[in-house]
């Protein structure tokens, strides 16, 4: 079965770019149709924030969507989240998974100074 | 951007049954909305459960199943079990985005 995991820094500063890998094993990162993110911030609910197809089309969360930029490492069975000038509401788990199927256990990274 | 609607909190009885639903600001929630729920308990990632609105996984239990119902997307529980308490997120595909409910807390009491 396909297993899934996120990897990347726990603290980014104010307005700097978070960066967030999502390492696939167990199976082929070209197979499937899509694979996505989402996050959730500490008491609250999940908040989807992208997705890319295995063609290489993106599809983005509207709310997000001038911020983030998603991409595939097909070679190295990994796809990528970025999310650019974060400020603290950006502080959650975030989560990467195989199209809402499979899913990391997810990663906190806190925005602070 | 549409609003999904969960109910904030429900309790059901060991054994009992009981129904979650996912409501869409936009309207009667269909089959093209492709509602997948998904059972989450803390430090745990995600569970996906049912996907375009009343398909299992092969791992679901039985006692779960999904529909729709009177305009929304429906979760029923059937035969609770202590260790069905979590947060129940539904999640619809609407107009091209994902969009989130904000999780209804299962109680088993």
């Known amino acids: 079965q396909v297993q899934l995991q996120e990897s990347g820094p726990g603290l980014v500063k104010p307005s700097q770019t978070l960066s967030l890998t999502c390492i696939v094993s167990?199976?082929?990162?070209?197979?499937?149709?899509?694979w996505t993110w989402a996050r959730q911030p500490a008491g609250k609910g999940l908040e989807w924030i992208g997705l890319i197809y295995t063609s290489g089309s993106t599809n983005y969360n509207p709310s997000l969507k001038s911020r983030i930029t998603i991409s595939v490492d097909t070679s190295n069975h990994q796809f990528s989240l970025k999310l650019s000038s974060v400020t603290a509401a950006d502080t959650a788990v975030y989560y990467c998974?195989?199209?809402?199927?499979?899913w990391g256990q997810g990663t906190l990274v806190t925005v602070s100074s | 951007q549409t609003v999904v609607t969960q109910e904030p909190s429900l309790t059901v009885s060991p054994g009992g049954t009981v129904t979650l639903t996912c409501a869409a600001s936009?309207?009667?929630?269909?089959?093209?909305?492709?509602t997948n729920w998904f059972q989450h308990k803390p430090g745990q990632a995600p569970r996906a459960l049912i996907y375009s609105t009343s398909n299992k996984h092969s791992w679901t239990p039985a006692r779960f199943s999904g529909s729709l119902l009177g305009g929304k997307g429906a979760l029923t529980l059937s035969g609770a079990q202590p260790e069905d308490e979590a947060d129940y997120y539904c999640l619809l595909y609407c107009g091209g985005a994902w969009v989130f409910g904000g999780g209804t807390k299962l109680t088993v009491l």
């Open positions: 936009t309207g009667a929630v269909t089959g093209a909305y492709y």
């Open positions: 167990g199976g082929s990162i070209s197979s499937g149709n899509y």
């Open positions: 998974a195989r199209e809402w199927t499979n």
